[in-house]
T-cell receptor, first 113, second 112 residues
Framework: GENVEQHPSTLSVQEGDSAVIKCTYSDSASNYFPWYKQELGKRPQLIIDIRSNVGEKKDQRIAVTLNKTAKHFSLHITETQPEDSAVYFCAASAPNSGYALNFGKGTSLLVTP | SQTIHQWPATLVQPVGSPLSLECTVEGTSNPNLYWYRQAAGRGLQLLFYSVGIGQISSEVPQNLSASRPQDRQFILSSKKLLLSDSGFYLC???????????FGPGTRLTVT
């Protein structure tokens, strides 16, 4: 089955700096890669996603890149703000498994003022 | 617009007792449905998914089971809870091909 690795497990940045979280996946059949933000005690919220036919996608301060050959994808947050502090999860899914999500173990991001 | 409901929001159950968690989706038809579990401070583990009524795929062998009696209803059950079943249970839905998956508010289960 799919195995998703996520690094780093914790990340601390100063407000205004950039944050980068990296993930790798193992199953070449995976073709959809979402990122979720989870605040303490709440459900994960989809913040951005990318499909295998696209190399990069941007939404305001958030961007995701995908390298299909190397099987890795990354989340980039620019101009970080304290409200970006949360746990971020990457995931991969494939059509042959009902698009069920295989998650990385999460990155706890702390943005200090 | 689509809405996903889960209940109960919190639950405290003794070891060995049964469990039934319910999830329903409104505003759509023929969704894919999913159950995930998140242990305290940990990542999300896929438990079951369903692409149609009566169709259940299990990802992790354990003492849990799932059923989909109606198109927009997904139920997670156990006959006898273990301490290790404690966690945050999240139901999710999407439409195949579209990919985007959305989570319900979750049920926080504590097994004592």
């Amino acid at each position: 089955g799919e195995n998703v690795e996520q690094h780093p497990s914790t990340l601390s940045v100063q407000e205004g700096d950039s944050a980068v979280i990296k993930c790798t996946y193992s199953d070449s059949a995976s073709n959809y890669f979402p990122w979720y933000k989870q605040e303490l005690g709440k459900r994960p919220q989809l913040i951005i996603d990318i499909r295998s036919n696209v190399g990069e996608k941007k939404d305001q301060r958030i961007a995701v890149t995908l390298n299909k050959t190397a099987k890795h994808f990354s989340l980039h947050i620019t101009e970080t703000q304290p409200e970006d502090s949360a746990v971020y999860f990457c995931a991969a899914s494939a059509p042959n498994s009902g698009y069920a999500l295989n998650f990385g173990k999460g990155t706890s991001l702390l943005v200090t003022p | 617009s689509q809405t996903i409901h889960q209940w109960p929001a919190t639950l405290v159950q003794p070891v060995g007792s049964p469990l039934s968690l319910e999830c329903t989706v409104e505003g759509t038809s023929n969704p894919n449905l999913y159950w995930y579990r998140q242990a305290a401070g940990r990542g999300l583990q896929l438990l079951f998914y369903s692409v149609g009524i009566g169709q259940i795929s299990s990802e992790v062998p354990q003492n849990l089971s799932a059923s989909r009696p109606q198109d927009r209803q997904f139920i997670l059950s156990s006959k006898k809870l273990l301490l290790s079943d404690s966690g945050f249970y999240l139901c999710a839905w999407n439409h195949a091909e579209l990919g985007e998956q959305y989570f319900g508010p979750g049920t926080r289960l504590t097994v004592t």
